[in-house]
Nanobody, 124 residues
Framework: QVQLVESGGRLMEAGGSLRLSCAASGRTFGSSAMGWFRQAPGKEREFVAT????????EYADSVKGRFTISRDIAKGTVYLQMNSLKPEDTAVYYCAAREGSSRSVYARSYDYWGQGTQVTVSS
């Protein structure tokens, strides 16, 4: 079992930077691939970023590539999403997710555990 708690979401102005954190607990965190997803009002949940178990491999949605960075601190049991050059279209609830597998995945269905989400709102 893995428990996930996101934090860091807030109201931001376009062009700003924000870092989201996901605190994970559970014996499998160190071997779990992690992901960030987001869901805007009236839209389906979409992939944002993923990182493998060691932190050595990452993958990003085209919409955030070059602006967002996913990282993890295994010792602290935390995954981060650094978001730079924020745009109004980044407004969404951001969810942290963990999967039993160690490899990255862009598919929400491959994740086994989810946090409650944190709201990010970007004003123009």
């Amino acid at each position: 079992q893995v428990q996930l708690v996101e934090s860091g979401g807030r109201l931001m102005e376009a062009g700003g930077s924000l870092r989201l954190s996901c605190a994970a607990s559970g014996r499998t965190f160190g071997s779990s691939a992690m992901g960030w997803f987001r869901q805007a009002p009236g839209k389906e949940r979409e992939f944002v970023a993923t990182i493998n178990w060691s932190g050595g491999l990452t993958e990003y949605a085209d919409s955030v590539k070059g602006r967002f960075t996913i990282s993890r601190d295994i010792a602290k049991g935390t995954v981060y999403l650094q978001m730079n050059s924020l745009k109004p279209e980044d407004t969404a609830v951001y969810y942290c997710a963990a999967r039993e597998g160690s490899s990255r995945s862009v598919y929400a269905r491959s994740y086994d555990y989810w946090g409650q989400g944190t709201q990010v709102t970007v004003s123009s």
